[in-house]
């Protein structure tokens, strides 16, 4: 009784943070809209908006990663894998963040051969991707950079940012493969946790995705996704 008790709250959960996560959706809609009307008079009308636009953004993106946590613990979540070109696809996920990078008066440019192409599954990526930009765009100073290449077997997609970098903390805990996340610390880190887990699940042959934090020698952060 007791087990059944807990899958029918962590099912009822599941399908609270989708009600939640379809609500924020049509909320960060229609904040864009106002946004976009350009009916903002001063700086501070400016900065409230930012907050907004930014606070919502990450709800979304958290709700985003629970849920596709919980698919994958409830082994829900599949793969669908097809060829992607990866010039398209980067120039697509930097149009999806145009508003945000804007309000922020960020760039964001792609260095890219147009014919460069990879096997993934291109939605599960697509959010990967996203959930680094929103975070550069609020921590970058000026421009962002969206590179990838093919290095052996593996594809390397690079996004950069001339800000402040990653701390080294976080770099750390990433490189521990066996930890969870603590929500006892000040930040879960949970986008990152999330790009893990989707970057391990694409595999060929006895290779598995992975991600890596790094910082630029020049000042700046450095997220890589290695996908096999």
Known sequence: MEKDQTIDFSMLLASSVHDIKNSLSVLLTSLDAVIDDGDI???KQKQNHQVLRDQASQINNTLIHLLGLYRLQNNQLFLNLDQVFIADFLAEQVEQQKLLLD???VSASIECDDD???YFDENLIAGV????LINCAKYAKTRIVLSAEQKGPYLHINITDD?????????KHLSNHHRSIDFNSGSTNLGLFFSQKIAALHRCKDR????LLSNLPEGGGCFSLLLP
């Open 129 to 132: 991707i996203n959930n680094i």
């Open 41 to 43: 008079h001063n700086d």
């Open 116 to 118: 460069l192409s990879g």
């Open 163 to 171: 800000g402040d970098g990653y701390p080294q903390a976080i770099i």
């Open 103 to 105: 309000i922020h008066n």
């Open 208 to 211: 598995q995705g992975s991600i």
